[in-house]
């Protein structure tokens, strides 16, 4: 439904109609309860080793799967008798699933037109002390439904180029089993190119329609009178973000555009007012912490890796990444072969330096042991790490804590090419998007049936 049509009163006593969900309307109960039920578990399973040493394949979801128009219909149907923002949220889920940009932009400004409009009146309404509201709004932060569907949503009109692919080109994403032969390079140059200079200027729009409009939504819940909240939308921006970036890296004149917009027209006194549901001017993004520094030192990844342990231990504490990442910070300035122990326990009594033919020569575990802790004369103590501390990380949001952990990936690729740290890292980053289900497929390879 249009945001025009969203803003249009129902009654004048009940502007939003009824709460169908609190009323456990049929039809409202019939459709919202089993389209959630609809949407996808996951959105990208990379496959498993299985115990004989093959590999199950990945799994991606398709957006022809979603069957838009039937959705949208449905919808509209249920908005036209309430304006609840529970059901634009799952509109918005199934505009990302299906890859329609454009759609999303315009259902996330209507979520923020219903908000300006009703802050009050939108339902559910606050009376619960906004909580419903609040998890309402949040479900646009959801991994599997919006964040991880922009990242394969194509930049060019097509799926040739997409953040995913830009990202796993980089060496920021581990690479699927279609993935492998993908170079930055060509995908830049494509963004570049003048035959796609109007696509690529139609999807810088669209995504900066999706930050303004994320902006106003934002800004409505801290400045309700009665309810104020602060909606989590950590993913989502780091996501739309980097995607507005790379798109203007690519054509420096969109950051112009998007830094500094048209400026309102300025209208005579006594022309009539603007109807209420006029969008408000650009408003510039809530403040956020800055993103973590680039890795200077060994001491300043592993206090970096610290600051990420204590957010997922406070904020996610179930996270599979969050022992990976223990287990990376607790090898830092350890020697190698304590790190066979720690990662291939039942093997590292086995490893060996064999100089072969015709020498003979060789040098087993427990000699590499011995050497491990062969100090030269006088050096006393085993040294400390390199006492740069480098600036102080504070980690607070999902988004930072991961782009922590790909700064100090990337620090012991250049650094420390022999460190399992960079292994242990990229598995993690692996595991941060991942729903319970898809961890237990993942952590018990289930053994392959006839």
Known sequence: MHSSAIAAPLSVSAPCGPDLNASFDPEYEEYYFGAVGRLPGFYMQPGVERPDGSRSPDRIF??????????????????????????????????????????????????????????????????????ERRDAINDLNQPVTMVQPLMFMGLTGTTEVT?????????????????????????????AAPANASKVSACHQDFTRISNALNRIEISCKNNAERPFAPSFDQLRAVVSEILQTLAEARPELKAAEADPAPPTETAAEEPAK??????????????????????????????????????????????????VTQARLLIGKPLVEALRALLPAQADTAVVDFGAPSGFLLGAGRLEELSNALPEGAGTVPELPQDPGPETRISTAAQAAQAIRSVEEFFRRKERSSPVPVLLQRAQRYLDKDFQSLIEELIPQEKTS
């Open 62 to 131: 398709d957006p022809k799967d979603v069957d838009h128009r039937a959705e949208k219909q449905a919808l509209d149907a249920l908005l036209a008798r309430s304006r609840d923002l529970r059901l634009l949220v799952l509109q918005a889920q199934w505009d990302a699933l299906a890859g329609r940009r454009s759609d999303l932009a315009g259902t996330i400004e209507t979520i923020a037109d219903l908000l300006e409009q009703y802050p009050a009146e939108a339902h559910p309404a606050l009376d619960d002390g906004g909580s």
């Open 163 to 191: 953040l995913r692919k830009i990202r796993t080109a980089s060496g920021a994403a581990a690479p699927l089993q279609h993935e492998t032969d993908l170079e930055l390079k060509p995908l830049l140059d494509t963004l």
């Open 275 to 324: 109807p209420a549901l006029q969008p408000p001017p650009v408003l510039a993004a809530p403040e956020q912490a800055p993103p973590p520094s680039a890795i200077v030192s060994h001491l300043h990844a592993r206090r970096t890796l610290e600051a990420c342990e204590l957010y997922y231990r406070k904020a996610e504490p179930s996270s599979a990444a969050l022992l990976l």
